[in-house]
């Protein structure tokens, strides 16, 4: 108990033993009046945080003596004179000497004294000697700043010296690289500082450069779309000037023509642009260097129409049209040029469809026809056909329309091919090669006039018309040629007649067409062949004629009878004429080819002087055959019911009035 007051009592000074006095195992409570409480620094975090067990070094190496003890010399005086010796007494209570312990004491004062005393201590019931060798060196001292610390001993100060040297040296070479670092830091911190700065000035000139974009943006919006209007891109020159002629060139053309507009347009306002008149020249120059090329690029196309067994048509829908805009391109900026080039294609297309129609021709003059002449008349002399061996059925045949017909019935419109025209043995009437030259001369008619409207469009009707004729007048003329030589020495009438409808329908389809430039070869083909048509029909009346003429007695009735023998010569027979048949199958066929005749064809007036000389023949041979009066009505009657026996199937305005003449002349003979 003693002790404990003693370690706990002040000195009456307040201060610390000497420093060459040993400590006193127990910790020493601290004074808290002594002014040294007031200069003694704090415990250092960083030594805690770092070691397990503190510094004995920490507070001598950082506190000054003056600060340790601060009248150190007043207070030994007062201890020497008053106090006996510690240690004395404590060697006198403990019953050994203490002074076996010098080097502890001194290696306890190089250790210095602790930074934080435990003001109580608890010697669990042992004597001090016990307590100061005991476990006490493992109990756990709460400092002042509340955190609990413990008390090692020597050994183990020495066992940790490597580790806390160890230590140390990592501490002392973090404080290098944190040095370093800090170094960096401030040198970062300066770099930073100007890369700072030079932000500032990059924000500032962004501000200015925003600006700027925006007032460009605002001209640009407003002189853009003039700026664009009259430049002219490399691209386009590039393009003009060296890429091959095809659909990307044509686009680039019609680029050019536009911006050609705009800049006239520009030049001619009231508002004169100079960048305009700068541009003039290179727009010029260009212009210049198109035209030579689309020249170049039409001239080789016409001189590819001149290649043998080359179509034509081919070559205007896959180059000419589809690259038309090259000719109103060219007459634009080039009117002579144009024309020249105009007239080589016109020229070129002449001599084309001239040495095509001529080859055609003489294809279609090597097919076999049927003879057919006056011998073939309605009123024919049969023995003379006879004896010029021409052969029964052309001679049968050109009076019956037959099969003929189907000619223009068929839906197959084109033409037959110059190969199997020359190859084709069979026989054929006129109107076979009439009707496979003119499918053939339409079509072609029709393609090219559709080409000229489309490729020529800047032309007027007149100017097309006239393009048209220049092509075409050559072989319209073959055309004419040959029908006139199919029909100059020909009087089938039925023929004829055919060749007119099938140049009709050939009207017709022109005009379906629109292709009304071929009117005039349709109106000169009706003038050829109406007349010959006309000339055919005298033919029949001339022969019909003639037998009326020869009419005389009972030997031309027996001629021209049925019965015509001498088994018949006592009685007349009241059958109906042959020449009758002959006439009702010719009546028959001209009916059924005139189902939609118009009122304005000759066709009804050659009819009706051809029945007037049918019905005067019959008048007469009644009378001069010695068929007695009261029975001349039922010959004429049976003739007649036989006519109409014949055409009964037929149609048309023109059939319905022949029914209705040979029905009255029926009824009026009392049949």
């Known amino acids: 108990m003693w002790l404990d007051r003693f370690s706990t009592q002040p000195t009456p000074g307040g201060s610390l033993p000497p420093p060459n006095r040993s400590y006193s195992p127990a910790p020493r409570r601290s004074n808290h009046l002594s002014p040294t409480s007031a200069t003694r620094p704090a415990f250092s975090p960083r030594a805690s945080s770092l070691s397990l067990v503190p510094k004995a070094n920490a507070s001598t190496s950082s506190l000054s003596g003056t600060h340790r003890i601060p009248n150190g010399s007043s207070l030994k005086q007062e201890l020497t004179a008053n106090v006996d010796d510690p240690w004395d007494v404590l060697e006198q209570i403990i019953g050994s000497s203490l002074r076996e312990h010098g080097k502890a004491r001194e290696e306890a004062e190089e250790c210095g004294r602790p930074d934080v005393l435990a003001e109580d201590v608890d010697f669990d019931g042992l004597s001090l000697r016990a307590f100061a060798h005991g476990n006490t060196r493992n109990k756990d001292v709460i400092g002042e700043d509340g955190q609990a610390s413990r008390d090692y001993s020597l050994e183990e100060y020495e066992r940790e010296k490597d580790t806390l040297e160890d230590l140390h040296k990592s501490i002392s070479v973090c404080d290098d690289v944190l040095r370093s670092v800090e170094v960096s830091l401030t040198s970062f911190q300066k770099d930073l500082g100007a890369v700072s700065a030079e932000i500032e000035t990059l924000q500032s000139r962004s501000v200015t450069l925003n600006t700027k974009i925006e007032n460009r943006r605002v001209v640009e919006k407003l002189l853009g779309p003039a700026v664009e209007e009259i430049s002219i891109s ?17 686009q680039i053309l019609n680029e050019l023509e536009r911006r050609s507009k705009l800049i006239e347009s520009k030049l001619k306002g009231s508002d004169r642009i100079q960048a305009a008149s700068d541009v003039k020249p290179l727009l010029d120059d260009l212009t210049n260097k198109a035209v030579e090329r689309i020249r170049d690029f039409l001239v080789s196309q016409i001189k590819a129409l001149r290649s043998p067994n080359i179509n034509a048509q081919i070559i205007q829908q896959q180059k000419f049209l589809k690259y038309k805009e090259f000719h109103n391109f060219l007459a634009k900026h080039n009117q002579l040029l144009a024309e020249e080039i105009s007239q080589a294609y016109i020229n070129t297309m002449r001599w084309y469809y001239l040495d095509h129609f001529s080859r055609y021709r ?32 052309a001679s049968r045949d050109s009076l019956s329309i037959g099969r003929r017909r189907e000619i223009l019935k068929t839906s197959h419109n084109s033409a037959i091919t110059s190969y199997l025209a020359e190859e084709d043995k069979s026989t054929h009437y006129l109107e076979v090669p009439f009707r496979n030259f003119h499918v053939a001369l339409v079509d072609n008619a029709s393609a090219e006039y559709s080409f000229l409207t489309e490729f020529f469009s800047s032309n007027s009707f007149q100017q097309m018309s ?14 004419l040629a040959l029908t006139k030589d199919l029909i100059d020495n020909s009087y089938d009438c039925l023929g004829l007649l055919l060749c007119v409808r099938l140049n009709q329908h050939a009207a017709f389809e022109l005009q379906r067409r629109k292709v009304p430039v071929a009117d005039g070869y349709i109106n000169r083909t009706n003038m050829l062949l109406w007349p010959k048509f006309q000339l055919a029909i005298d033919m029949h009346c001339e022969s019909i004629r003639r037998l009326t003429g020869t009419a005389n007695g009972r030997s031309a009735a027996s001629a021209l009878s049925f019965t015509g023998g001498a088994a018949n010569s006592s009685k007349q027979s009241l059958a109906p004429h042959y020449l009758t048949q002959r006439f009702g199958v010719f009546l028959e066929a001209i009916l059924a080819l005139s189902r939609e005749a118009g009122d304005d064809e000759p066709l009804s007036n050659s009819l009706a002087r ?13 009378k001069s055959s010695g068929i007695d009066a009261s029975k001349r009505g039922k010959f004429l009657g049976n003739n007649y019911s036989l006519i109409q026996t014949i055409i009964a199937d037929t149609e048309g305005k023109l059939a319905q009035e022949q029914k209705e003449h040979f029905g009255k002349m029926a009824h009026a003979a009392g049949v």
């Open 610 to 622: 051809l029945r007037g000389e049918f019905e005067g023949f019959l008048l007469k041979t009644s």
């Open 234 to 250: 490399p691209a386009i020159v590039r393009v003009i000037a060296d890429e091959p002629i095809d659909e990307g060139w044509a």
């Open 362 to 393: 003489q294809a279609l003059e090597k097919i076999s026809l049927y003879h057919v002449d006056k011998h073939d008349a309605i009123g024919g002399d049969q023995s003379n056909q006879k004896a010029a061996s021409k052969p029964l059925q």
């Open 466 to 479: 006239r393009k048209f004729a220049e092509i075409f007048e050559p072989t319209f003329n073959l055309g």
